[in-house]
């Protein structure tokens, strides 16, 4: 069966940092573009950024805060967030694309794990 299981979420005060984990199983990730989205509450989903099968990265937050790395090892995509801030605070997901590429198709998305970003 194929998932993507994010994981990492949490309660995280202001100028905080997370690190999220979106796990795949059932397929190998290392071949194909994966995107990190966030919905925060009353408002649409939203991309953070996109990294490539080969590490190209695409950023649609452009704050500079966020960044993501694959970890071969574990078959995982991580996304780093720093500084947070209360407008942060949201479900992120993964998602695979069906190709290397950004701009391919969506595959399989994850269930979300949920940030507060709270004093």
């Known amino acids: 069966q194929l998932r993507l299981v994010e994981s990492g979420g949490g309660l995280v005060q202001p100028g905080g940092s997370l690190r999220l984990s979106c796990a795949a199983s059932g397929f190998n990730l290392d071949y194909y573009a994966l995107t990190w989205f966030r919905q925060a509450p009353g408002k649409e989903r939203e991309g953070v950024l996109c990294?490539?099968?080969?590490?190209?990265r695409k950023y649609y937050d452009t704050s500079g805060r966020f960044t993501t790395s694959r970890d071969y090892a574990t078959n995982s995509v991580y996304l780093e967030m720093n500084s947070l801030k209360s407008e942060d605070t949201g479900v992120y997901y993964c998602?695979?694309?069906?190709?290397?590429?950004?701009?391919?198709?969506?595959?399989?998305w994850g269930q979300g794990t949920q940030v507060s970003v709270s004093s």
């Open positions: 990294i490539s099968s080969r590490g190209a």
């Open positions: 998602v695979a694309h069906t190709s290397t590429r950004c701009e391919d198709d969506y595959k399989l």
